[in-house]
C-alpha cells in the first residue's frame, strides 16, 4: 500500500506545511526521497484527506495496523512563556514507528518527538485490526529522588468496549507496563466515532499531568462522520492544568493535598489564547484549533474533555451548533446549542453549516458576513490562566468569502502571521 511514502508526506504537512523538498534529509533518515519521486495511491490519497494528513501507522505484512507509542516527559511552554514540565505519550521522529529500546535521555532527544499535551491523535478505522504497542522508557526530566520516577503506564482506549485483557487498568488482568518494558494491545474497532486514550496508572495525576490523546475511528476513507458529510473536521482536545502539581510530582513524586488539586490554566489542544496575537503557542495560530472554513461549507467539531472538576461551556459566536453524537454514538435526533457543556471524559460531536453569505446583503447577525468570529469557554473561570484574562480556552472561526480573493497566509515582514489582520 506504500504507506511509507503517506507517512513521509504527513509528517511533512504536519511539521512546517512546506514542500518535501525543503526537509533536511536527515529528519527522516532512510525514509527520506525527493518530493517529485512520490506518488500517493488512490487509498493513500484518500488516507490523507481523511486524517487531515496525521501521521498514520504502519501496515504489517498481515495487514495490521502497527502503532509505537512511547512515554517520557518533557516541557510544554505556555503563551506566557513559562515553561511546564509535563509527561505522556509520543512517537518516534515523523511516524509511529519501532525504534527499540529507549533509554536515556539523549536517546529520547535523539529518536523521538518531543512530548505534547494532549499527544498526537491515533487514527484507526472500523473493522481492520490495530497493534498498539506501548513502550515505559522513564522519567528524563525529574527530580533524581522523586517518585515519580520508574512508575509504570498502561493505554485505557476510553469509550471501546474491550476486553478486560486491553483495557489499560492494571493488573485485570494484565500488569502495568513498567519501565523499559512493552505491551501490545491488539484492538477492532467495532464502532466509528470520537474516543481518547489515557493512562490508567495513579489516573488522577498520570493524566493530569498530561498523559491523554485523542483516538479518531472512521467508518470509511471518505469525509462521513455517523453518516453525515462534512467538508473540514477539527478535533478540539479541552483540559486542565496545574503547574503547580506536576512541579511537585517533578521534584518529589507527590502532590500536596489532591483535594486542593486547582488548575491554573485551561486548554484548547495544549494551548491557550493571549492577547498578544502573534504569539506562535496561541489557539489562533495553531491550525487545529483555529477553525478556518468557507461559505457554503459543513464543519465537524468533535469536543473531547479530560479533567479534575472544570466543566467546560463551549460558545461560538455567530454559529449554532448541530449536536449529532455523544460519546462515540449517534444521536438517534440532532439538535441544535449555542452553548456547549462537556464535561471530564466526555465527547461531543458537532456540525456547523457555514451560510452562504454571498446571497445575503447582511449576515442576520453581525451585519458582516465572512470573517473572524470567536469560540469560548462560557464558565468564565476557563477563559483566565494564572490569573490573566483572555488567557484560556478560547479559539476563533476564520470563514472566507468565495468571492474574494484569498489573502495568503506568509507573515508580515519582520513579524508572524496574524489571522485578524487579514
Known amino acids: 500500500m506504500g504507506l511509507k511514502k503517506l507517512i513521509s508526506m504527513s509528517a511533512i504537512s504536519l ?15 532512510e525514509e527520506a526521497k525527493p518530493a517529485e519521486t512520490w506518488v500517493l495511491s488512490q487509498e493513500e490519497q484518500e488516507l490523507a484527506n481523511v486524517t487531515n ?31 511546564v514540565w509535563v509527561f505522556g505519550y509520543t512517537h518516534a521522529k515523523g511516524s509511529f514507528k519501532n525504534v527499540g529500546e529507549v533509554k536515556t535521555k539523549e536517546e529520547v532527544e535523539r529518536l523521538l518527538e518531543p512530548v505534547k499535551v494532549p499527544s498526537d491523535p491515533v487514527h484507526l478505522f472500523v473493522g481492520e485490526k490495530a497493534r498498539i504497542t506501548l513502550h515505559n522508557t522513564g522519567m528524563h526530566y525529574a527530580n533524581e529522588h522523586s517518585g515519580v520516577n520508574h512508575v509504570a503506564h498502561t493505554i485505557h482506549f476510553h469509550g471501546l468496549d474491550l476486553t478486560p485483557a486491553v483495557d489499560g487498568v492494571p493488573s485485570l488482568p494484565v500488569d502495568p507496563v513498567l519501565e523499559h518494558m512493552s505491551f ?7 464502532y466509528e466515532g470520537s474516543f481518547m486514550a489515557h493512562c490508567h496508572v495513579d489516573s ?12 479518531i475511528i472512521h467508518q470509511d476513507r471518505t469525509k462521513t462522520a455517523y453518516g453525515y458529510k462534512y467538508d473540514r473536521d477539527y478535533t478540539l482536545f479541552v483540559s486542565e492544568l496545574s503547574s503547580t502539581a506536576n512541579e511537585q510530582l517533578q521534584e ?11 488548575a491554573d490554566y485551561f486548554l484548547i489542544n495544549g494551548r491557550t489564547f493571549t492577547d498578544n496575537l502573534f504569539h506562535p503557542r496561541s489557539t489562533i495560530n495553531d491550525p487545529r484549533s483555529r477553525i478556518v472554513a468557507y461559505e457554503d461549507e459543513t464543519v465537524l467539531i468533535r ?67 465572512a470573517g473572524i468570529t470567536i469560540m469560548h469557554d462560557h464558565n468564565l473561570r476557563g477563559m483566565v490562566s494564572t490569573g490573566k484574562y483572555p488567557m484560556g480556552a478560547l479559539t476563533i472561526f476564520d470563514v472566507k468569502s468565495r468571492t474574494k480573493p484569498e489573502q495568503a497566509e506568509t507573515p508580515v515582514k519582520g513579524k508572524p502571521y496574524n489571522p485578524l489582520e487579514h
Open 204 to 215: 488522577f495525576n498520570h493524566i493530569l499531568a498530561g498523559m491523554y490523546f485523542p483516538l
Open 252 to 262: 518529589s513524586g507527590v502532590v500536596h493535598g489532591l483535594q486542593d488539586w486547582k
Open 53 to 83: 494528513g496525521d501521521v498514520l501507522g504502519d501496515r504489517g505484512k498481515d495487514g495490521v495496523w502497527e502503532y509505537h507509542l512511547y512515554t517520557t516527559d518533557g516541557y510544554l511552554e505556555m503563551t506566557n512563556g513559562e515553561l
Open 303 to 369: 469536543f473531547m474533555a479530560i479533567g479534575a472538576d472544570h466543566v467546560f461551556a463551549f460558545h461560538p459566536h455567530g454559529y449554532h451548533m448541530e449536536v449529532i453524537a455523544l460519546d462515540g454514538r449517534k444521536l438517534k435526533s440532532s439538535y441544535e446549542k449555542d452553548t456547549l457543556c462537556i464535561a471530564s471524559g466526555e465527547r461531543i460531536d458537532v456540525l456547523v453549516r457555514i451560510p452562504h453569505f454571498a446571497s445575503q446583503k447582511k449576515c442576520l447577525s453581525c451585519n458582516l458576513g
Open 184 to 190: 501490545t494491545y491488539v484492538i477492532t474497532p467495532q
Open 15 to 29: 511539521l512546517i506545511g512546506a514542500t518535501a523538498s525543503a526537509i533536511p534529509s536527515r529528519l527522516f533518515a
